[in-house]
C-alpha cells in the first residue's frame, strides 16, 4: 500500500461507541492499585510507564490509538491527512485543528499556543526532556490561529503522527508551566505534580510514590463523563498484592501490571471477583548493558557517563557472552506462559518491522565459554573470569518483582556457568522508574552493570523509539538524567540512519531501516538483550465496566469511559 494512501485515509479510523451514563460522577468512587507508586504527573520529566499512565488521567495528545494501534483525533477536530489539507503534499508539514469549546479543568481555553508551548518545552535544550524523540526532526511548531497548530519538519517526514500523539506526548497548559522551561523544569514541583488538564479527571491530591487522589473533571467536554466522581490511585506494594486486591478482596476495582507467573493468577481468578485482561503491543523485557563505568569510586556526576567507558563491557565478547548464556524458552515459560514469546528483538512488531533475528533463541553456554576464551577472559581461582587484573563482576538490577526476581536467579547462575560473577540488586518500582534526578537507584542513572526493565512504543510506527538509542539521548547530568538511551549506545552510523529514517517515505524501505537499526542495537552489538515480547497484563473487577486494555497507548486511555456495572 502506498504511503500517500495511508495518510489520505488516516481520518477514516475506528470510532468507538461508548456508554452512554446518566450524569456525570452517579457511580461514585473507583479504586486503582498501581504497585510501581507514580512519583510526577509530568511524564515529559519521566519515561516511566506508571507516571505515563497516571498524568493520562488528567493530560491528553491531540490524537491517540485505539486498542487496534488506528489513530482517533482526541483534542483536534480531525486527523490531518493529504486529502483533508491537513498533510501536505511534500510531507513537510502538518497542520492540527482543535476542537471547538475545550476547556481546561480551571475554566480557560484550550489554544494553539499551548500546543506551541508544549513543543518549546520538551524540545528546549537545557530542559532533559524524557520524551524528545517524539519531536525528532521538527523545525517550528507555530499557532496559525487560536484553534489552529501548523508544524514543519526539517525533511518530508513519512508518518507525522509523533509529536502530541499517544498519552506520551499531551499538551501542557502554557499558563501553568510557563516559567517552567529549561533547567527549571524539574524544579516545579507544584506543576509536575498537579498539572491543569483537559480530561476526564483532575488531581485534588498527589502524595509522590504512595496515593492520587482525583474528582471529575467539571470542565469536560462530555457533559455525562466520566461517570465516575472520585478516582483514588494508590500506589505501593508488589505485584501479587495488587491482583489479590483485585481478584480475591474485591478491594480494588483496576490492578496495573499484574507481573506474575499464569497459575498463580489462574488461582486468583477463581475467587471469582474479577478476571485478568491481556493485549499484545510492543513490551519487550530486556536487559540493558551500561557501556559506561558506574564505579562508586568515580566522582559523583561523572559515574555512568560517557567521560568513563565500562572496563569490561565495552568488549563485544563479554556482552555477546552473557547473551549467548541465557535459555529465554525456559523464561518465558516459568515468567509468562502464553503471554509471552522468546525473542532477540527490540522491535518485535508491526510485522514489517520485524527482523528475522532468532539465533539468540538457543542457549549456548559452551559457545560462550569458548568466546571469552578466545577472547582472553581467564577463570581464576574462583572460578571467575579476568584479563589484565580486570575481574568480570558485575552488578544486575531490576526492580522488586516476582517474575523479575526469577529471572534474575537463573540469568545469574547461567552467567556463574560461563565465568560471570554477578551482585543481584533489587530496588522498589516507585524509585527504579521514577524520575528523582537525585536519586542514585533509577533505570537512567544506572548505577550498576547490568539492568532488566521492559518498555514499549505507541502506535504501529516504531520510528520514534528507535530514535532514542541516539548519542545524543543517553542520559547524564547535563540534562537532568532524562533521556531512554540507558546503554549509553553511541554509534554515529546508527545516528545517520535514524536521520534517514525521518525522511524515507517508502513503507517498504522504511520497515527495511527499521530492521537493521534493531540488529545494530541487540545482535550486532549487544547492547541490549531482548529476552520476552510480553503481553500487558492487567486485573479488572467484575463490577468494573467499559475497560478496553490498550497495548499501543496509555492502557487506560478510555477512563472516561468506564462505569459501575449494576446488578
Known amino acids: 500500500m502506498k504511503l500517500k494512501t495511508l495518510l489520505m485515509g488516516a481520518a477514516a479510523t475506528l470510532t468507538l461507541a461508548p456508554a452512554a451514563f446518566a450524569e456525570r460522577g452517579a457511580d461514585g468512587q473507583v479504586n486503582i492499585i498501581m504497585w510501581q507508586a507514580p512519583s510526577t504527573m509530568n511524564l515529559y520529566l519521566s519515561s516511566g510507564t506508571k507516571d505515563i499512565i497516571a498524568a493520562s488521567m488528567v493530560l491528553e495528545p491531540l490524537a491517540n490509538f485505539t486498542p487496534d494501534g488506528l489513530l482517533s483525533p482526541r483534542l483536534a477536530a480531525e486527523l490531518p491527512s493529504i486529502e483533508n489539507g491537513g498533510i501536505s503534499e511534500d510531507l513537510k508539514t502538518v497542520t492540527w485543528t482543535l476542537k471547538e469549546g475545550i476547556k481546561w479543568s480551571d475554566g480557560s481555553d484550550l489554544t494553539a499556543d499551548d500546543v506551541v508551548f508544549t513543543a518549546n518545552y520538551c524540545m528546549d535544550p537545557e530542559g532533559g526532556c524524557a520524551q524528545l524523540a517524539k519531536f525528532e526532526g521538527i523545525e517550528t511548531v507555530e499557532a496559525v490561529d487560536p484553534l489552529t497548530v501548523k508544524v514543519t519538519f526539517t525533511e518530508p517526514h513519512p508518518d507525522p503522527f509523533s509529536a502530541f500523539v499517544g498519552g506520551q506526548s499531551p499538551i501542557l497548559q502554557k499558563a501553568q508551566f510557563e516559567n517552567c522551561l529549561g533547567a527549571a523544569a ?11 488538564g483537559t480530561g476526564p479527571f483532575k488531581v485534588v491530591e498527589f502524595r509522590t510514590n504512595d496515593v492520587i487522589t482525583f474528582e471529575a473533571n467539571p470542565e469536560y467536554r462530555e457533559p455525562d463523563k466520566p461517570a465516575f466522581a472520585t478516582l483514588t490511585m494508590k500506589g505501593g506494594g508488589d505485584a501479587a498484592a495488587a491482583a489479590r486486591s483485585v481478584l480475591e478482596t474485591g478491594e480494588f476495582d483496576y490492578a496495573w501490571n499484574t507481573q506474575l507467573a499464569p497459575e498463580v ?17 510492543s513490551l519487550v523485557e530486556r536487559i540493558h548493558i551500561n557501556l559506561t563505568d558506574p564505579s562508586p569510586s568515580l566522582p559523583e556526576g561523572e559515574r555512568s557517563t560517557t567521560k568513563h567507558p565500562h572496563p569490561f563491557l565495552t568488549d563485544p565478547a563479554v556482552r555477546q557472552a552473557l547473551s549467548m548464556a541465557i535459555d529465554r524458552n525456559l523464561l518465558t515459560e516459568i515468567g509468562y506462559g502464553q503471554a509471552g514469546q522468546p525473542t532477540c528483538n527490540l522491535v518485535p512488531a508491526p510485522a514489517a518491522w520485524a527482523s528475522d533475528n532468532t539465533e539468540c533463541l538457543t542457549q549456548d553456554i559452551e559457545g560462550a565459554k569458548k568466546l571469552l576464551d578466545d577472547a582472553g577472559w581467564v577463570p581464576g581461582g574462583d572460578g571467575v573470569r579476568e584479563k589484565d587484573g580486570v575481574r568480570l563482576s558485575m552488578v544486575y538490577q531490576t526492580s522488586v518483582n516476582a517474575v523479575r526476581q526469577d529471572f534474575q536467579a537463573l540469568i545469574k547462575q547461567w552467567w556463574s556457568e560461563i565465568g560471570i560473577e554477578t551482585e543481584l540488586k533489587t530496588i522498589d518500582a516507585s524509585v527504579f522508574f521514577g524520575s528523582d534526578a537525585g536519586s542514585p537507584d533509577t533505570l537512567q542513572k544506572f548505577y550498576a552493570d547490568v539492568e532488566m526493565y521492559a518498555n514499549n512504543f505507541e502506535g504501529n510506527n516504531p520510528e520514534p523509539y528507535l530514535a532514542k538509542m541516539t548519542c545524543d539521548k543517553a542520559p547524564g547530568p547535563e540534562n537532568q538524567w532524562q533521556g531512554e538511551n540507558t546503554s549509553r549506545y553511541c554509534d554515529p552510523e546508527y545516528d545517520k540512519l535514524v536521520a534517514e529514517l525521518g525522511k524515507t517515505v517508502d513503507l517498504e524501505a522504511r520497515g527495511e531501516l527499521g530492521k537493521k537499526m534493531n540488529d545494530m542495537v541487540t545482535k550486532e552489538s549487544n547492547s541490549l538483550i531482548p529476552l520476552v515480547y510480553r503481553g500487558t497484563a492487567s486485573a479488572v473487577s467484575n463490577t468494573l465496566g467499559g475497560v478496553q486494555l490498550n497495548a499501543w497507548d496509555t492502557e487506560i486511555w478510555n477512563v472516561a469511559d468506564w462505569h459501575r456495572i449494576k446488578e
Open 186 to 196: 524539574p524544579t516545579c514541583t507544584d506543576q509536575n505534580f498537579n498539572p491543569i
Open 265 to 281: 493468577l489462574q488461582g486468583m481468578e477463581a475467587s471469582g471477583k474479577g478476571h485478568v485482561e491481556a493485549a499484545f503491543g
